[in-house]
């Protein structure tokens, strides 16, 4: 499979606390990106990091990227009740030319 | 910058009937992606334009799915004739190249109900 597996597929926390998603995938990357998904503002963009980058940060986000365990991580700071969202990690495999996208993590954050 | 714009945003038919989705990516940027996303599932990528050329449409069900982007701007998603399990929402998203050095800005998509 070349799409990554985000885990936990459900994730419940109170306001204020941080929220961490794990993706695992199989294939060589160039890059893995983390998209959101919520109703109000469709599916957008939070991060990218490339396969020779370990982490990246970018505002409350911070991502970190294993390509020796073939994993990446999403933790979400101090979380809002604005985050509650669906989370993808998107692949773009190293043999081929599309993003692959997981079926997410459904983070609710409770005020 | 305006967004990608999609029509309609839903759409209630029924089954073995047509339908068509037009998408109008950002300015500028030349590759377009029609995903197809089913309730409770992420994303799949239907087809891919570089300009007006296909890149990718090996997910596509080309016996009733048909895309098209002309003159390398707009493109137009048609299904023909629907069935039950294509109910799902239809996302557009474009960037400037190849996903490998850029990200996807995607369209609020359109909402596909076959009866």
């Known amino acids: 499979s070349q799409q990554g597996e985000e885990d936990p597929q459900a994730l419940s926390i109170q306001e204020g606390e941080n929220a961490t998603m794990n993706c695992s995938y199989k294939?060589?990357?160039?890059?893995l990106q983390w998209y959101r998904q919520n109703s109000g503002r469709g599916l957008v963009h939070l991060i990218l990091?490339?396969?020779?980058?370990r982490e990246k940060h970018s505002g409350r986000l911070r991502v970190t990227l294993d390509t020796s365990k073939k994993s990446s991580s999403l933790l979400i700071t101090a979380s809002r009740a604005a985050d509650t969202a669906s989370y993808f990690c998107?692949?773009?495999?190293?043999?081929?030319?599309?993003?692959?996208f997981g079926s997410g993590t459904q983070l609710t954050v409770l005020p | 910058e305006a967004g990608v714009a999609q029509s309609p945003r839903y759409k209630i038919i029924e089954k073995r009937q047509s339908v068509a989705f037009w998408c109008n990516p950002i300015?500028?940027?030349?590759?377009l992606y029609w995903y197809q996303q089913i309730l409770g599932q992420g994303p799949k990528l239907l087809i891919q334009?570089?300009?007006?050329?296909?890149?990718?449409d090996s997910q596509l069900p080309k016996d009733r799915f048909s895309a098209e982007r002309l003159k390398g701007v707009d493109s137009t998603l048609k299904i023909q004739p629907a069935k039950l399990e294509d109910s799902a929402v239809y996302l557009c998203?474009?960037?400037?190249?190849?996903?490998?050095?850029?990200?996807?800005?995607f369209g609020a998509g359109s909402r596909l109900t076959v009866l």
């Open positions: 990091i490339r396969s020779n980058e």
């Open positions: 294939t060589s990357i160039n890059n």
């Open positions: 334009f570089q300009n007006n050329g296909v890149v990718d």
């Open positions: 300015s500028g940027h030349a590759t």
């Open positions: 998203a474009s960037s400037l190249a190849g996903p490998g050095a850029n990200v996807l800005t």
């Open positions: 998107v692949l773009l495999p190293g043999s081929a030319r599309q993003l692959t």
